[in-house]
């Protein structure tokens, strides 16, 4: 089908390379509207990240990134394009290294185990000097912090790119360890971008200034971030461009557009706050005239929409994510049920694991697997209430997965009991592999994916009693056929985006 659309963006503030459930879906739909309907996007991100070309391979090389998906970040735009693109080597084409020799004399040096530190000192006084990183299995310099006396911390960084390049310099106070400005380079040691720094009310350095250059000369000048943001995307878009924002930090400079583009906002997660609307959703909800179409996840997350602001309801399409059958082969399944994702408060996992300890006093032998990366002292929490309850010998806790669809196929039940959710991305891969969903009835998500009986059980919120009961119902009677709603299949995704762009066009 001959399309007749402008040119398609995505907006993003990032592509992190151990990502979660928002650039997954990004991604994802992305590829799948490139897949299906012959659409490419361009991305455009915000952040900085020196190494988002070794990022992007990746992506490509993994299969999560089309070769035809271009992605432009501002601040390689910003340079001129001029901070990715190495130079090569005359006669074999080989990005050059550049050499990076230490600007001391009369120095000591200690290197750490690993071999990727080294700390200078001076040779007469052991005066600390400079601190240097290098990258992992390489002996480029990744940063280095130059390190004065009477100061505990870095006072200057340097870092340099993954051939040796230097990208920024880095000032810190003397008096604590907070940025106070930034100058960034492009491959020819030129400035393109300064940055001073304030502490805001939470304490963490902010924006205040910022000067662009081009040929050492300043051309613009902002007072922060999104002014910047907004510059780029008035400079990129024009006229009847369609631009998808997955980040709520993104709204305001998007919307804000000086072009008549195209505007869909995409919401991933709750846009309330008990029964309020976030502050961060309070922009892109209250300028609903300047949004071309705004998609959710679910059909009780666009009636709450409607029942609290004046967004036509035509403007709110409802398109869930979607999954393929797996292919992964049949196996039996270990006596476990699993939990996969965040360790956070709004996760509820001491539900989960109180909910098991009822549970486990019926004397069944059923294992529980907790999945998820977790910082020391948030699993230092976990391991205190597990071994409170006297569970110790029968929950584990694991690292985060990068194969949770195996993980989901050698599994009885996984289970979510979480305060509100986007969508619940882990119900649906889940099932897919055959893997029952106990889930609490939340906003947003459980109700939309879980068929009672069918493929798995809803829970009254909060209530652990009852989320005890529906672990042994599940035990005692295991669902047979485990299946994913016809609405959460590839066929029902395109029709979704098939009716999307006829009312873009």
Known sequence: MKWGLGLIYTVTSTLPPNHGGRTKALLKRIQFIDDTLGIKQTILTT???????????????????NEGT??????DWLSGYNLFNIPKSTFKKEKKYKAQPVALSDYTTRTNKKGDVVRYYDKTDETYLLY??????SEVVHFEDVMTPGVKHKVIRYE?????YLHKKTYYAARKNMKLSETMYDLEGNVYCQKWFEENKQGKPEATSILIYREGRVVRSFTH????????YNEIFKDGDIVFNDARLLDEPLIDNQHAIKPVIVFHSSHLSGDNIKGSYRFAIDHHKQVSAYIVLTTQQKQDILAQSDIPEQKIQVIPHFIKPSTLPEQERKNQFVYLGRFSKEKRIDHIVKAFKLFKAKDYETKLKLYGGVSDSQEDELKDLISKEGLSEDVDIESFTNHPQEVFRESRASILASTHEGFGLSMMESIN?????????IRYGPNEIIEAGENGY?????????LAQAMERIINHPLKHVHTRQSLTPKAAQHHFEQLFKTLI
């Open 70 to 75: 271009q992605v432009i970040n501002l601040y």
């Open 132 to 137: 240097r990183k290098f990258y992992e299995d």
């Open 458 to 466: 809803l829970i009254p919120t909060g209530d652990i009693e009852a």
């Open 225 to 232: 971030d999104k002014a910047l943001f907004a510059y780029f």
């Open 47 to 65: 952040n900085y990240n020196i190494e988002y070309p070794e990022v992007l391979a990746d992506f490509r090389e993994k299969g999560i990134l």
């Open 160 to 164: 340099y790119n993954p051939y040796g």
């Open 433 to 441: 592999e055959g893997c029952p969903v106990l889930a609490y009835d």
